[in-house]
């Protein structure tokens, strides 16, 4: 079993920036790829930025250039580093991880979820 707890969501204004973590603790070395996701009301849960056990990332087109996904393994912690934010980064953020050899978008394919912390933009 895998437990992932999220947390550094807040309120800030358009161009500022947020530093989320996810602390992950568990059976966390089976996990083969962890991701950041996000969801505003009346959107779906989309995928923000993706990281597998090799460190090789992936980003949204949105916000490519902006925000950076990095995990330290040693202390089972995985970031997400927003900066130039804008209102429309507004939304709950979630940490996801699976341990399925693959590293895609589909949120159905993680297993594991944090609870989420919310991120609030304003212009």
């Known amino acids: 079993q895998v437990q992932l707890v999220e947390s550094g969501g807040g309120s800030v204004q358009a161009g500022g920036s947020l530093r989320l973590s996810c602390a992950s603790s568990?059976?966390?070395?089976?996990?083969?790829?962890m991701g950041w996701f996000r969801q505003a009301p009346g959107k779906e849960r989309e995928g923000v930025a993706l990281i597998n056990r090799n460190g090789a990332t992936a980003y949204t087109d949105s916000v490519k250039g902006r925000f950076t996904i990095s995990n330290d393994n040693a202390k089972n912690t995985l970031w997400l580093q927003m900066n130039s934010l804008k209102p429309e980064d507004t939304a709950m953020y979630y940490c996801?991880?699976?341990?399925?050899?693959?590293?895609?978008?589909?949120?159905?394919?993680?297993?594991?979820w944090g609870q989420g912390t919310q991120v609030t933009v304003s212009s």
């Open positions: 568990g059976y966390t070395y089976t996990m083969y790829c």
């Open positions: 996801a991880a699976h341990n399925t050899p693959r590293c895609n978008w589909l949120p159905s394919d993680f297993g594991y």
